[in-house]
């Protein structure tokens, strides 16, 4: 099975980022990844719900909104209308984690759960069967750019054990320090989406970047 892509925007050039966009519409590209940094969950600000609905008036592809924020429940709602349609929140962020699912299923979006790198697969045994995806972070969030944690590998066939136990049908994403050294690997723990910032972006030709990642080609540099 070839993995879904979802390039970060994060990695875009802000000044530019109608072209590309277009450049993400024409690619192998399945999802763009859209982060959000409040500044308090993590220690970046990012971007916001501008920025969201104007990406979203430029591509049909899925809008896969990950929230690192504090009490994501407030803007759940606002992204969802400004075009989102998978929508994560952190599990460290979110005491009653349960009612955001809720909450974003019943908006009509896909709901994911986004887990730091200490965080157990354990955690998730009593919400995996109502979560559409899980975000395993595999660096520590809140910038692009930072080396990939190799423990991720572990963490990913354990989750798998448990979506397969649990009769799930959650997908697995990968977040963060993800290339084409890791993503073969990756996928054969089971990864269903690899999100790719810096490794899309900063190569010379990322539409090609895309299309080697999803056709899981040995690439080295572009
Ligand atoms: C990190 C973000 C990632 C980031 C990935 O906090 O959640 O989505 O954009 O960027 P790279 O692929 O450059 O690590
Ligand atoms: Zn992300």
């Given at each position: 099975m070839?993995?879904?892509i979802a390039p970060s925007v994060l990695a875009a050039?802000?000044?530019n980022l109608?072209?590309?966009?277009?450049m993400l519409n024409r690619s192998e590209a399945d999802w763009i990844h859209f982060d959000v940094m409040d500044g308090q969950f993590v220690p970046n600000i990012s971007m916001g719900l501008p920025v969201c609905e104007a990406v979203r008036k430029h591509t049909k592809k899925?809008?896969?909104?990950h929230l690192m924020i504090v009490q994501p429940e407030r803007y759940?709602?606002?992204f969802r209308k400004a075009g989102a349609d998978v929508i994560s929140v952190h599990v460290?962020?979110?005491?009653?984690?349960?009612?955001v699912v809720e909450q974003i299923k019943s908006l009509g979006g896909r709901a994911g759960v986004a887990?730091?790198?200490h965080t157990p697969v354990s955690l998730l045994e009593d919400i995996i069967a109502d979560v559409d995806l899980v975000n395993v972070m595999s660096v520590n969030p809140g910038f692009g750019g930072q080396?990939?944690?190799?423990?991720?590998?572990g963490k990913v066939a354990r989750l798998k054990n448990l979506i397969v136990q649990k009769r799930s049908s959650a997908l697995i994403e990968i977040d963060g320090g993800v290339n084409s050294t890791n993503a073969g690997s990756l996928i054969a723990a089971g990864a269903d989406v690899l999100v790719a910032g810096n490794f899309v972006f900063s190569s010379a030709d990322p539409e090609k970047t895309i299309a080697r990642l999803k056709n899981q080609l040995v690439i080295r540099e572009v």
């Open positions: 070839k993995p879904l050039d802000f000044a109608q072209r590309d966009i277009e899925v809008l896969d909104v759940v709602e606002a460290e962020a979110c005491p009653h984690l349960h009612r887990v730091n790198p080396k990939f944690i190799e423990n991720t590998y």
